[in-house]
């Protein structure tokens, strides 16, 4: 029996155990130490733009900071890309803010510009202008940045990029999650380098850094006592976690080389195969992490379903999924605004992620294409 191909595994570079066993033997078993800062300094290094980072305990701790520092509170709207995983979406319910989502375009599959603006202006007709907007750059891939961040300063409102799936990425030359006022990072177990669980908040000064460190480690005022004048979180990363991550960034540009090469292998895969296109950048503006390979079937030319393609995977111990389900259409989301057209719909009904990991072998690659040309040749 062939072992189970995973979607996307974690991949350790080797150096991982060092760091978190200099944390042991400096007893550094808390949520600080040399590994965070460390870490910090090595995502700092990596994305450049002089950026500040806050290590954080997951991507979705992330969000909710960025929320708060832009200040949405109860009752507020927030603007979100619809097509996304939840976690994009959930801290702003956290807030107790309204959701408004937007559709997708369909050369990056995110944001729509035009859905943006028309949802923005409708909403200050209405009496209320959107605190902030979530972008996504999803699988990886860009969004169309320029046109999104035009408007979010026509309009003066902040844009957080929710880049937990393109670490690595660059839209223009420059790594996303450097554009927005706040950027988000996840190091989630799937995610393209993994600290088993694990986020980061991109500032742009100082001062927004402080204080997602101040808010994350519960909110303690400057006093020998414990004495709080805001509601806080334990949202801090673990020293040992941190070092994880400080293996996991020597080797992040390599993984970004082979996810791509996955991203490549797909390409000669379904070369000929009709009715079948591989997610691929629109233009030399774009250069995508390539998280996950993604496909979407039109069934009308290809006479096969995304369903189909992923019951044959699974006969063979090979995971895959269909694209993430958009929140306007989520039943928990059932109540909020929604602008746009079927893009994200479509998308859903007819995309699949496919078997993206770094760690593939060739003969992995081998039992997938096997699936793929035996499905769609019979
Ligand atoms: C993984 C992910 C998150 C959440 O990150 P966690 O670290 O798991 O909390 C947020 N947004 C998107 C698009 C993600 O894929």
Same mark, same amino acid.
């Given at each position: 029996?062939?072992?189970?191909?995973?979607?996307?595994?974690? #991949?350790?570079?080797?150096?991982?155990?060092?760091?978190? !066993?200099?944390?042991?033997?400096?007893?550094?078993?808390?949520?600080?130490?040399?590994?965070?800062?460390?870490?910090?300094?090595?995502?700092? /290094?990596?994305?450049?733009?002089?950026?500040?980072?806050?290590? &954080?305990?997951?991507?979705?701790?992330a969000l909710h900071l960025a929320l708060i520092e832009c200040n949405v509170k109860y009752g507020d709207e927030v603007i979100c890309q619809s097509?996304?995983?939840?976690?994009s979406a959930n801290p702003i319910a956290y807030c107790g803010a309204i959701p408004v989502f937007i559709?997708?375009?369909?050369? /990056?599959?995110?944001m729509?510009? $035009?859905a943006l603006e028309e949802a923005i202006s409708d909403r200050i007709s209405k009496g209320k202008k959107p605190k902030a907007i979530i972008v996504v #750059? @999803?699988?990886?891939?860009?969004?169309?940045?320029?046109?999104i961040i035009?408007i979010a300063n026509k309009y003066q409102i902040p844009l957080i990029e929710d880049?937990?799936?393109?670490?690595?990425? &660059?839209?223009?030359?420059?790594?996303?999650?450097?554009?927005g006022r706040f950027g988000i990072?996840?190091?989630?177990?799937?995610?393209?380098?993994?600290?088993?669980?694990?986020?980061?908040l991109?500032c742009?000064?100082?001062?927004d850094?402080?204080k997602a460190?101040?808010l994350?480690?519960?909110? %303690?005022?400057?006093?020998?006592?414990?004495?709080? =004048?805001q509601i806080?979180?334990?949202?801090?990363?673990?020293?040992?976690?941190?070092?994880?991550? %400080?293996?996991?960034?020597?080797? @992040?540009?390599?993984?970004?080389?082979?996810?791509?090469?996955?991203?490549?292998?797909?390409?000669? /895969?379904?070369?000929?195969?009709?009715?079948?296109?591989?997610?691929?950048?629109? =233009?030399?503006?774009?250069?995508?992490?390539?998280? @996950?390979?993604?496909?979407?079937?039109?069934?009308?030319?290809?006479?096969?379903?995304?369903?189909? &393609?992923?019951?044959?995977? $699974?006969?063979?111990?090979?995971? =895959?999924?269909?694209?993430?389900?958009?929140m #306007?259409?989520?039943?928990?989301f059932?109540?909020s605004p929604y602008y746009?057209? %079927?893009?994200?719909?479509?998308?859903?009904?007819?995309? &699949?992620?496919?078997? =993206?990991?770094? !760690?593939?072998?060739?003969?992995?690659?081998?039992?997938?294409?096997?699936?793929?040309?035996?499905?769609?040749?019979?």
């Amino acid at each position: 029996m062939n072992s189970k191909i995973w979607l996307s595994s974690p #991949h350790m570079g080797g150096t991982e155990q060092k760091y978190v !066993n200099e944390a042991f033997e400096a007893n550094w078993i808390a949520p600080l130490g040399p590994n965070v800062n460390g870490f910090e300094k090595d995502l700092e /290094t990596f994305l450049n733009n002089n950026v500040k980072v806050a290590a &954080l305990s997951a991507g979705t701790a992330a969000l909710h900071l960025a929320l708060i520092e832009c200040n949405v509170k109860y009752g507020d709207e927030v603007i979100c890309q619809s097509m996304t995983f939840s976690a994009s979406a959930n801290p702003i319910a956290y807030c107790g803010a309204i959701p408004v989502f937007i559709d997708s375009e369909s050369d /990056t599959w995110n944001m729509c510009p $035009l859905a943006l603006e028309e949802a923005i202006s409708d909403r200050i007709s209405k009496g209320k202008k959107p605190k902030a907007i979530i972008v996504v #750059h @999803l699988y990886g891939m860009p969004a169309k940045m320029d046109e999104i961040i035009a408007i979010a300063n026509k309009y003066q409102i902040p844009l957080i990029e929710d880049a937990a799936e393109a670490l690595g990425s &660059l839209y223009k030359g420059k790594p996303c999650g450097t554009f927005g006022r706040f950027g988000i990072l996840s190091f989630n177990g799937n995610k393209i380098i993994t600290t088993s669980g694990g986020g980061a908040l991109v500032c742009h000064s100082q001062e927004d850094k402080d204080k997602a460190v101040f808010l994350s480690t519960q909110a %303690r005022d400057d006093a020998p006592h414990y004495q709080h =004048s805001q509601i806080g979180y334990n949202y801090r990363m673990s020293n040992i976690v941190a070092g994880i991550g %400080r293996g996991q960034m020597e080797v @992040l540009n390599d993984r970004v080389a082979a996810r791509r090469k996955m991203h490549d292998f797909y390409m000669e /895969t379904f070369r000929d195969i009709d009715g079948v296109e591989v997610f691929s950048e629109p =233009s030399e503006d774009y250069f995508s992490n390539h998280w @996950l390979s993604v496909i979407e079937i039109d069934e009308a030319v290809a006479g096969k379903n995304r369903e189909g &393609l992923r019951l044959a995977f $699974l006969e063979d111990d090979i995971e =895959s999924r269909p694209l993430w389900k958009p929140m #306007h259409l989520q039943p928990v989301f059932r109540d909020s605004p929604y602008y746009g057209q %079927r893009v994200s719909e479509t998308l859903f009904e007819n995309g &699949l992620c496919l078997p =993206s990991g770094s !760690n593939l072998t060739d003969e992995d690659r081998q039992r997938i294409a096997t699936v793929i040309k035996n499905y769609f040749s019979k």
